[in-house]
């Protein structure tokens, strides 16, 4: 079933099962939860007495995961608990422990912001957490208990990143160069590319986007309103948990960096990339950052940026104006609007121009074995993506406006010999489906209950697909040594990432309301990987009282109950479902404490 649609030929019969797994904390009143005493965990507030220098290097509260044998093999008893300092560890991104392992990074290259990945532990949320604020009004604030960092409101007290407001973080939807808000940003933008009524979206032809260093994400958040999704994108530095402001506002973000790798996206993904003020050379390495952004815009995308070299009139502004205008002009970008501090350049529609170019000219053309589309743990190369033949002679990425694109058989669902059949019968069965889950989910979970969702196995998008008419957004994970489906998930019109479950994932801890996993636990197994980490890291970036979809074989959901005390997760209900016959059950919530 890796990869492929559910609409070719006939199979043997297979029992899946599908549990509804909550992820449940008790809280008082107010809704604030403490994680250790009240679920047994033995938390590390006993231990606040303790000589800090003494504990800088312990990860965990426990050393080890003990299991009791019984009549079925084992019975898990305890994980490890992190240590209550590293509530908002991620584990491959986690630079004090990058500097423990003692790396030789190269700090100019940005390598220290990339992934490296150490061992993974229960995390428990920070003192006094508290439920997430719903969306839309998670949009405007947050609790401040949540995500206690407020150096951007007292960084940039003028730029109305965030203001503090007693126990809430407010957004007051400003930027580094959008002082005046974030929706008069971005009607300003539309009004210079002439698009109808001032609205960026252009008719439903511009919808996916990419924002590098995004800040606290609200040049994406105040763009839903125009139909428009944006991956925002900033690393874990100095610039304080900008992406778990993000994520816990409920707007699409992602931990990562323009480093020495490529983004974890296929080529021709997005619409159009924003910086603004996002601090990157992008004249370093011969523009190998520039060419890496030329990679995943689709023709005729658009590079809206926003900086003094746009405007400054100092020498060394000026200086980087002219590079940066020279380098662009040589990667057949043309400027398509300039005003103020913003200029706008647009991608060419077809390779004419790439072809027109003097001999030997910088930077060159790709070789043609490069494969485009090929990104996790691959390194940036600074050269010129060139479109295929195809793609050169439609003159354009041939997807229909938005929301048509959303069920339309994308273009190039024949790189991997899908039928547009396959494709329709896919998208149909993923609407039953999510139609079952919310049936299954009912009355656990309410209209406003998730925003954030992750779906783990991708495949085509069409899970994602089938909520589009609820309030949420959806995060689509393709594992990495499957087929690379994540192009056909942009063509539609949503987002996601390349990743291998055998790691941690790019995000802070508890960031996701909802985690879809099909049979990711079976893959993980066959790989060799611990499955045991993989709930680790399921527990780590669910939000309290979230919950967890499983779709898998029998034994692996039988398997799965065995670790619920071990989780302090909760069955909600289980379907069992073959070919011919569904039938569900109820399974008892246990006791949380």
Known sequence: MRGRSEGGKKKPVIVLVCVVFV???????????????????GTTSDNNNNDDNTKKDDTSSTSSFYVDDDANGFTPRSFPVCDDRHSELIPCLDRNLIYQMRLKLDLALMEHHERHCPPNCLIPPPPGYKVPIKWPKSRDEVWKVNIPHIHLAHEKPDQNWMVVKGDKINFPCGGTHFHYGADKYIASMANMLNFPNNVLNNGGRLRTFLDVGCGVASFGGYLLASDI?????????????????A??????????????????????????????????????????????????????????????????QDE????????????????CWTMAAKRNQTVIWQKPMTNDCYMEREPGTQ????NSDSDPDAEYGVNMEACITQ????????????????????????????????STDMFEKDTETWKHRVDAYWDLLTPAIQSDSVRNIMDMKANMGSFAAALNDKDVWVMNVVPEDGPNTLKLIYDRGLMGAVHSWCEAFSTYPRTYDLLHAWDIISDIKKRGC????????????????????????????????????????????????????????????????
């Open 316 to 331: 060394e502004d000026l200086r980087i104006w002219r590079e940066m205008s020279a380098l662009v002009e040589r990667m």
């Open 363 to 366: 930077p060159p053309l790709c």
């Open 387 to 418: 479109y295929s033949d195809h793609d050169h002679k439609a003159k354009g990425s041939g997807l229909s406006p938005w929301p048509a694109r959303l069920t339309s058989p994308p273009p190039r669902l024949v790189d991997f010999g899908y």
């Open 530 to 593: 611990s499955a045991e980490d993989f709930l680790l890291e399921m527990d780590r970036i669910l939000r309290p009282s979230g919950f967890i979809l499983i779709r898998d074989k029998q034994s692996v959901v039988d398997l799965m109950k065995k670790y619920l005390k071990a989780l302090h997760w909760e069955a909600v209900d289980t379907k069992i479902q073959t070919k011919t016959r569904t039938m569900s059950y109820s399974l008892s919530r246990r006791s949380s404490g």
């Open 23 to 41: 992820y449940l904390l008790v809280g008082s009143s107010n809704h604030a939860i403490e994680y250790g005493r009240k679920l047994g965990f």
């Open 229 to 245: 999704i944006t991956m925002s994108l900033a690393p874990n530095d100095e610039h304080q948990n900008q992406i778990q402001f």
């Open 247 to 312: 994520l816990e506002r409920g707007i699409p973000a992602y931990l990562g960096v323009l480093g020495t790798k490529r983004l974890p996206y296929p080529s021709r993904s997005f619409e159009l990339a924003h910086c603004s003020r996002c601090r990157i050379d992008w004249l370093q390495r011969d523009g190998i950052l520039l060419l890496e952004l030329d990679r995943v815009l689709r023709p005729g995308g658009y590079f809206a940026y926003s900086s003094p070299e746009a405007y400054a």
